[in-house]
């Protein structure tokens, strides 16, 4: 190396120059679209990494998040991690998996008020009205609840107890006696932060959490109930309303209440009573 | 200069080990101290600074955002809370100060890997190198700021390796090392100061900073120089020296390429002790004074 190298005061030609700059604008470009795809591809956020409570929706979260920690760092129970390279998750970015540390719901939310740029939403003040994910119940053959067993584990261990999980007594059609108490998540109240899908006893969790878009169905903008319709306008906005009548055979009535058929008291007794002048007299307006 | 043992040598000779190592040694202690205060929480539960390099928390006090991260947040259009504005607003101050890169040089760990790789090169003379511009970072800043725009989502990030080792570094490695490995070998076997040089955009941001910021390098005692070539061969970004060192007398001896990282490699190697650090509008005035002052010393 010597010093004549570098050569005269400016030693590069036009056609250096615009080689040159094309060359780093079409190296960049080249960059560019492949982190285009990478993007899409890594911005997937798998099933079971959840996001932290105030979380932004995934797409402006991704945005705002810095990845910087800090919630990681404050969360008191070391439920939240950053993804790592190598992991599913955008790189660096905080998520947890409820199956090994679920949330704990700290009242005071310490992770949202870590964060320095408000990917965590720190309009989130009362923790139950977060959302993290939704808890679903995803296999019914698994669930000793559906086989009949007691268990109801989901249903104690949750926070929002009675609330977000609640038992719904039914037939048990196997032993034709006995009662399943089938656990039934309430979108209204579940804040997703895992605590069933942690304490479930199978192998493998017949209750998890999900991430919203994935747990939803989301019904048409169109779409009408009418029994919410006729509360709200008072009456029913189709045709009058009709009365309902059952038509039954004679003698008959029906009870909604679980009882369905019932024999009315009169009807009971036989149609032909034992003086036959009774019958005689009944006369016409019977038939 | 011809038959020259070694890089160095001269001033070794002349000044002694610790004057031509100096700041270097200066450098790397920064480095891991800085990433020592960030471990001490994690390893220790002496929580000093929280956080990493991307955003952290001093004494549960003082916010520190980087700015360039920062922008990205504001062209994905997400208003950020008033925290990482404050803490970026302090790190820029911050660089404004002391030189744009010296985040690149004195903070950032991707240094002590590609310093690394070039002190091999220089060792083994190994001189193949892919033929780069070193403007390519800027386009590539240029790329990462566009993605930000068009895509929402701080696309950088997903890979951004300066974050990742630090990350890693913090909050657990993964896979993070083969990152660190990549540039190292890039270094190493492709390129000369290839990543840090000519493509990392956080430089390039942080160079950004640094044609303006106060602190620079000087060649405060041009006259003196015996082109021995120690320091171009030394220096991470040696286009910047020129202009300086053997500018006209009516140049400023200040370095001004805002791509000088202010490491002071060249104030260590220098026999002649042409170099030292100053201020970037002083440059002119400390030349005189500073031969006024060997004029009396002498």
Redesign the interface.
């Given at each position: 190396?010597?010093?004549k190298q570098?050569g005269s005061s400016r030693g590069v030609t036009r056609r250096q120059f615009l080689a040159?700059?094309v060359?780093?604008?079409c190296?960049?470009?080249l960059?560019?679209l492949g982190?285009?795809s990478?993007?899409r591809q890594?911005?997937a956020l798998p099933a079971y990494a959840i996001r932290p409570p105030g979380a932004?929706a995934e797409?402006?979260f991704?945005?705002?998040?810095?990845?910087?920690?800090?919630c990681?760092?404050?969360c008191p129970y070391d439920t939240l991690?950053?993804a790592?390279?190598?992991?599913d998750v955008?790189?660096?970015t905080p998520y947890f998996i409820a199956r090994e540390i679920p949330c704990e719901m700290c009242e005071d939310i310490p992770c949202v008020v870590?964060?320095?740029?408000?990917?965590l939403d720190?309009s989130l003040t009362d923790i139950d009205k977060s959302r993290m994910g939704l808890a679903v119940v995803v296999d019914q053959e698994t669930c000793i609840a559906f086989r009949g067993l007691r268990c109801e584990v989901c249903f104690n261990v949750c926070p929002a107890r009675g609330k977000a999980i609640t038992l719904e007594m039914q037939h048990n059609a196997r032993s034709g006696k006995h009662a399943r108490f089938i656990p039934i998540v309430h979108s209204t109240d579940c804040t997703g932060c895992g605590k069933c899908e942690r304490a479930c006893i199978l192998e493998e969790a017949a209750i998890k959490i999900f991430p919203l878009h994935l747990a939803k169905g989301i019904q048409g903008e169109h779409y009408r109930l009418g029994w919410q319709e006729k509360d709200k306008a008072g009456q029913s906005l189709v045709t009058p309303d009709v009365e309902h009548k059952y038509n039954l055979p004679e003698g008959m009535g029906y009870d909604y209440e679980g009882q369905g058929l019932i024999i009315e008291e009169q009807a009971a007794e036989t149609p032909y009573p034992d003086d036959p002048l009774e019958t005689l007299n009944r006369g016409k307006d019977r038939i | 200069m011809a038959n020259k043992a070694a890089i160095g040598q001269d001033a070794l000779i002349e000044k002694g080990w610790w004057k031509s190592h100096q700041w270097l040694v200066w450098r790397r202690l920064s480095q891991l101290s800085v990433l020592a205060l960030f471990l001490l929480?994690p390893w220790f539960g002496v929580?000093v600074i929280?956080?990493?390099i991307?955003?952290?928390?001093i004494l549960d006090t003082v916010?520190l955002?980087?700015p360039y991260?920062?922008i990205q947040?504001l062209l994905?259009?997400?208003?950020?809370?008033t925290?990482?504005v404050l803490?970026a607003v302090i790190v820029l101050g911050f660089y404004l100060l002391v030189g744009g890169r010296v985040y690149c040089s004195w903070v950032c760990p991707v240094n002590m890997a590609t310093d690394f790789a070039a002190w091999l090169r220089r060792r083994f003379g190994i001189t193949s190198a892919a033929r780069?511009?070193r403007?390519?970072r800027?386009?590539?800043l240029?790329?990462t700021l566009?993605?930000?725009l068009?895509?929402?989502?701080?696309?950088?990030?997903?890979?951004n390796p300066v974050?990742?080792v630090y990350?890693?570094l913090?909050?657990?490695?993964?896979?993070?090392w083969?990152?660190l490995l990549a540039i190292f070998l890039f270094d190493f076997v492709i390129a000369n100061r290839g990543w840090c040089g000519h493509l990392c955009p956080v430089g390039a941001f942080y160079s950004l900073i640094g044609r303006v910021s106060a602190v620079r390098v000087s060649a405060i005692r041009r006259e003196q120089c015996n082109?021995c070539?120690d320091c171009?061969?030394v220096c991470p970004e040696p286009q910047v020296i020129?202009p300086a060192l053997k500018g006209s007398d009516e140049t400023s001896p200040v370095i001004r390429d805002g791509a000088c990282t202010n490491c002071g490699r060249c104030v260590d190697i220098c026999s002649k002790d042409v170099f030292q650090f100053g201020l970037r509008n002083s440059g002119k005035m400390n030349s005189q004074v500073a031969n006024h002052q060997r004029e009396v010393l002498s």
């Open positions: 190396m010597s010093v570098s040159g700059t060359g780093a604008a190296a960049a470009g960059a560019g982190l285009v990478y993007t890594a911005s932004l797409s402006d991704l945005g705002a998040c810095v990845r910087c920690g800090l990681v760092r404050d991690r950053l790592k390279p190598g992991e955008a790189l660096g870590a964060c320095p740029t408000g990917a720190h | 929480g929580w929280k956080g990493n991307a955003s952290s928390l916010p955002t980087d991260l920062l947040v994905t259009r997400h208003l950020p809370e925290t990482a803490g780069l511009s403007n390519t800027f386009w590539l240029g790329l566009a993605m930000a068009v895509t929402g989502t701080l696309a950088w990030e997903l890979i974050t990742a990350r890693g913090v909050f657990g490695m993964g896979l993070g083969t990152v082109d070539m171009f061969i020129r």
